[in-house]
């Protein structure tokens, strides 16, 4: 048996090899849900810590509903058959998807990386695919956690109806969980430092925000306009997360926003798995 060890940034972890060259298999004494379980509370304590990170993942999403609900006009959603209430909430979950998800994401991943936590990890048992999952569970977590809340409060407080289907909006929350997961593993390649992360993401939080449907939905918008924003990343799951909640899509709607983010999603976990970092650039 002979020992190998790569020493670029977006090679296999230091294993053992047969003759034929072929990984040997590691011993585990942990299983994948013990793994997980502390790489999601090791990654709460120091979510916890940063501030910052906790600020814009608990209170700038509902400040923004807030904020849109105040200034969207009826005479916008003309068309739509959205309330203005329901364009504002269901926007609401958009936000906290990108934000809780996705931007505090970009960061941890970086944050882990410069701090060689990420190189360490892959000297242990646990896999690749842990460990990102792992460090996204909290992130995860939040987003879905406040996501009821908006829920909640839409029925309770803003006149809104229950879910109309509960399925399509539970996987048009899974759907953009996992894609902007992986998103937000592909941006943190080209992002050098955790403070470079919020430039590295704003634009796709800019573009989600202006064309993904999240307050003004695409059936109000020119044809030709709305034909390139049904193609956006997060546009696929906001429709699921609308017609979940408040209904109105047709089926084709529904599988075209369906296929447009599994695409994404496939398109992600390929370059996190061609191009992602797990130690700094030197």
């Known amino acids: ?24 298999r590691r ?16 990654e709460v304590t120091l979510l916890a810590r ?26 916008l959603l003309d068309g739509s058959g959205l309330s203005v209430a329901g364009a504002a909430l269901t926007g609401g ?6 934000q809780a998800v996705y931007m505090n ?24 695919r842990e460990i990102l999952v792992g460090t996204a569970l909290p992130s995860a977590a939040l987003a879905l956690a406040q996501i009821v809340v908006i829920v909640v409060a839409g029925t309770a407080f803003f006149d809104l ?12 929350l899974l759907l953009g969980v996992v894609m902007l997961t992986a998103l937000a593993g592909a941006t943190s390649t080209i992002t050098r430092t955790v403070q470079t992360s919020q430039l590295t993401t704003l634009p796709l939080f800019f573009v989600s925000l202006m064309g993904s449907g999240l307050f003004v939905p695409l059936e109000v918008m020119p044809d030709r306009m709305a034909a ?17 909640w ?13 296929l447009t983010g599994l695409a994404w999603t496939a398109f992600a976990v390929f370059a996190v798995q061609r191009w992602f970092r797990w130690e700094p650039r030197r």
């Open 50 to 75: 940063n501030r910052t990170a906790v600020f814009v993942a608990l209170l700038m999403p509902a400040a923004m509903v807030l904020a849109m609900k105040s200034t969207l006009k009826p005479s």
């Open 161 to 172: 109806d229950a879910p109309k289907r509960p399925d399509l909006l539970l996987a048009g």
């Open 1 to 24: 048996m002979t020992t190998t060890t790569t020493g670029d940034t977006t090679g296999t972890k230091t294993g053992t090899t047969g003759a034929a060259g072929a990984p040997a």
């Open 228 to 244: 390139v924003c049904e193609i956006l990343p997060v546009t696929g799951a906001m429709t699921l997360v609308r017609a979940g």
């Open 105 to 128: 994401m970009v960061s941890s991943y970086v944050a882990r990386r410069e701090d060689l936590v990420l190189k360490r990890l892959r000297t242990g048992e646990v896999t690749d």
């Open 27 to 42: 011993a585990t004494t942990t299983t994948v849900r013990d793994r997980l379980t502390a790489l999601g509370r090791a």
């Open 93 to 98: 979950i958009g936000i906290v998807l990108i």
């Open 246 to 258: 408040l209904g109105g899509a047709e089926g084709s709607d529904l599988l075209v926003a369906a």
